[in-house]
């Protein structure tokens, strides 16, 4: 009945971590995902204790559930801030030795994708009329350049175009993309990989 309180992989976690309780007395404490009536998975953290009869054998085992949800995503959130941190200031001594404008981009890109768990980066620059001035890229499947290229003959897809709208430097949409149908970029994305994923757009 309890099952569907948890993802697999912890119910069946729980499962040995009882039934060896349950052998040998030992208690248990781990961290376990479990299933919010509203379908989200929150992280929580698990003890569970045997209860003894008079004989010493095993009766009953008792235990608490905390929900360390905000916790870990807290911790999450300033370990992620402290690598931005540490690859802002990377760049910022890049920027001190690298004078070429398209190696010291190229040479960017290759520090956010290899240090902040990315699929791809790019890094544009446009003059005060919208045309790209400069332009790298980076992909967890080597280097891509025919998006960069595309973009150098003016054709921008929309999701780019809302970004260099007036007073807009950042969106974020936390479903599936519409306005990305038509980017190259979009169709090269199989539809399980881009299927619930968050997109976003700088």
């Not at 969106?171 to 399980?192: D, L, V, Y």
Request: hydrophobic content about 35%.
């Amino acid at each position: 009945e309890m099952s569907p309180l948890y993802t697999p992989d912890s119910w069946k976690r729980l499962n040995d971590a009882v039934a060896n309780t349950v052998a040998t007395g030992e208690p248990y404490e781990f961290k376990l995902d479990m299933v919010h009536t509203d379908g989200r998975v929150i992280n929580t953290f698990t003890r569970g204790e045997a209860d003894l009869g008079t004989s010493g054998k095993v009766i009953g085992i008792h235990g608490t559930v905390q929900d360390i949800t905000e916790r870990k995503q807290a911790a999450e959130h300033i370990s992620h801030l402290a690598n931005m941190l540490k690859t802002i200031r990377s760049i910022d001594q890049l920027i001190t030795r690298e004078k070429d404008k398209a190696r010291l981009i190229q040479k960017s890109c290759d520090l956010l994708l290899q240090r902040q768990n990315l699929e791809d980066v790019w890094i544009l620059l446009f003059d005060t009329t919208g045309n790209i001035t400069a332009g790298g890229s980076k992909s967890a499947g080597g280097e891509t350049s025919a998006f960069l290229e595309e973009l150098k003959t003016g054709r921008y897809p929309e999701c780019l175009m809302q970004v260099l709208a007036p007073g807009k430097i950042f969106m974020a949409f936390p479903q599936p993309c519409t306005i990305h149908s038509g980017c190259m970029m979009s169709a090269a994305r199989s539809e399980e990989r881009r299927v619930g994923k968050e997109c976003r757009s700088r």
